[in-house]
């Protein structure tokens, strides 16, 4: 793919909106990634849908390698689904969204899945032959924040990967769950958070001692968490405390606050779910058993906010390689036609490479001003043609965040 | 891609849902494409976001074709940008879902997306310089239909690819309203619908004497259209008269009666919207003008259920090559462990040579049952491996709808 920046329709802009107090939405939005439509909804853009499919696809690519099934379930839900696990009531459940058919029946909009999902397996698992399974999705929640903050990283209708396994047994759950951490540390990894991102010990909620977070060491963090570095763990404040930390093997002398972003949870629900929805099987034994489950989620627009939190610099974004909307920022400073010609020629063949490329081939915006976009743009690879680099045959390449410039001749690119 | 249908979570089924009267719905339910959330409201299963991805390329590659730029807007909306073009009030639009927001703020569920873009091409559109520019989503819509029908084709949540262009004067749009009938026939052609599939003249509303609809023949449609099938023209119902007939060149007795589903749709809005929604842009001229407005909408669920009503027979499914979720049905009859190695070398070397499969390497189903279920899910081309087969080196190949069936060496696959 490739786009020339005459063509685009977004522009950079100075000033992010007066009411937009987090710098990812604000760098987000004068670089033109994204539109606020109101406090937490915003739209992509074409920059912005381009990253985000870029973090989708390695999600994809992660998952789908543990034996996940993508489906696309449906935002209104059946309110009688609900009730049976007793997730109707606005007292239980305090984000619903909720709205109403013409014929008055109310219906919610899809804050998780676990319920539809239940209904579904309902239908094709009977016996312990259909085990296990693993199913998910990238698909868009809505949850009624009382307040939505922190720009695309806590925001009211947004896109999550929610997967979800059905395990005949609590071992083959651990099993799983044990991938799907793995699978979850190279999705972070590729996405550029590895080193910045900690496997967390969480609350279980009534079913499990623990649950895990992913957490990303970021100032703008709403979390608390106790880092151990050395051994790669931390522990949410939440549930730090002696018999944890003795759980864990952890000493509180080895631990440092600090703040960190929830960029994904994994929870065993084991049958939590399976129960009061019904979702049994007949095991080898003859014996009737409900489905062992548990849930994991990533929201991939989190951890766009989130990269752009810990990559970014007073000019503006800088994305890791393989979350940046185009590879390369070709930046054309030539005038004249026959230098022109060049630029576009060297852009054609980037193409032929399967090069990503965004051209800045615009006319009429000066050389700094072109800089200052691609900066505040981030594309890690930015190739300069320029009159003066024509003249040795060569183009100029710089990295973002890097001073350095180095004269590539035109025949090696 | 590819799956092994022993790991496929989905199985066919003998029912549908006894409340599901169209036909696309009770096969797509049956084999494992679709499930029924509630009236109106279906996910997609595996098989199911697999045809619908496909059509989303297919619309994704024309589209981009004629410069069109991919974003992807939000579901929740503003009141007050609706309110500005008098489509807030329920007695106005009759489709809405509203919700409120947690401090009492009602917000709506976008139907169509025409309000919240030209408030994006504000920050965007300032001189004639800026357009013309064209701008699309594949995104969700909500529309509260009184009584849903018809299957997945008038649904209350649905897919739509919806573009909108934004020209300088009335000859760019009818220049680039053109280009999208061409992008539009070349879309519907590669989805398997073009012969079937008619322009028909439709209202224009307020603002054009015409519309434009892409209309696909089929008994079960909603709509009545007039056919000259040698000018391959339409004419609506609701526009047939003797004007019309004149404007168009057409005679009442070259004319067939037929119904028809509705597959897209092309709309000259002119300034509709600019004009109340502010957006206006500087022209050569140093004069300041309303940007002028078209809309282009596809439905690519309708599609996926428009495919299904024309291309079906008693035993299931029959999928359009490029429509179908796998490109290969791999049936194996085999039993021994010899005879299942060899399918699943077969298998794999379909794989490496990047053919789409699903492979039934189910051991405990009869050869009958695998058949039909083959027929119900409707993959075009299947490849059949069992001993008879193997004992001359050999695969069967028999195409989905069609009785006869080629031997074929295993190493000319």
Chains 1, 2 share one sequence.
Request: proline fraction near 3%.
């Amino acid at each position: 793919m490739f786009m020339r920046q005459s063509q685009l329709f977004t522009k950079t802009r100075k000033e992010a909106p007066a009411d937009e107090v987090s710098k990812n939405a604000q760098l987000l939005i004068r670089a033109g990634f994204i539109h606020k439509e109101m406090a937490g909804v915003y739209t992509l853009l074409p920059l912005g849908l381009r990253v985000m499919e870029k973090i989708n696809n390695i999600i994809r690519d992660e998952i789908n390698k543990i034996g996940g099934q993508e489906v696309f379930m449906t935002s209104l839900q059946d309110k009688n689904l609900w009730k049976k696990t007793d997730r109707w009531d606005d007292k239980v459940v305090d984000n619903w969204f909720k709205t109403k058919l013409k014929n008055g029946t109310e219906v919610g909009l899809g804050f998780t899945h676990e319920e539809p999902l239940v209904a579904i397996m309902n239908n094709y698992v009977n016996s312990y032959k259909d085990l296990p399974k693993y199913v998910y999705q990238i698909q868009n929640k809505f949850r009624n924040e009382k307040r939505a903050k922190s720009g695309i990283m806590r925001t009211r209708e947004f896109l999550m990967k929610d997967l979800y396994s059905f395990n005949r047994d609590e071992d083959g759950l651990d099993e799983f769950y044990e991938k799907a951490k793995e699978a979850y540390i190279n999705i972070f990894k590729r996405c550029g958070l590895g080193d910045l991102t900690y496997i967390t010990f969480a609350s279980g909620g009534t079913f499990s001692k623990y649950s895990h977070e992913f957490q990303t060491l970021s100032d703008a963090g709403e979390d608390i968490i106790y880092v151990d570095k050395k051994k790669k763990l931390a522990v949410n404040k939440e549930v730090l405390n002696d018999e944890v930390l003795n759980d864990l093997g952890l000493k509180r002398g080895d631990l440092v606050e600090e703040k960190a972003i929830e960029v994904g949870n994994i929870f065993k629900q084991k049958t939590k779910f399976s129960e009061p929805l019904g979702l049994k099987f007949v095991d080898e034994d003859g014996k009737e058993k409900p489905v062992v489950m548990g849930a994991y989620g990533i929201g991939p627009g989190r951890v766009m906010g989130t990269v752009v939190e810990v990559y970014n610099d007073k000019n503006g974004i800088i994305w890791p390689a393989e979350l940046a909307p185009y590879q390369v920022h070709l930046v054309s400073l030539c005038k004249e036609e026959k230098d022109v010609a060049k630029a576009d020629e060297i852009y054609e063949n980037l193409q032929k490479q399967g090069v990503e490329v965004l051209y800045d081939d615009r006319s009429d915006v000066r050389a700094g001003e072109k800089f200052a976009d691609s900066d505040l743009i981030g594309i890690p690879k930015r190739i300069i043609v320029s009159p003066k680099t024509l003249e040795k045959n060569s183009v100029e390449i710089k990295m973002r965040g890097d001073d350095n410039i180095s004269l590539v001749g035109v025949n090696e690119l």
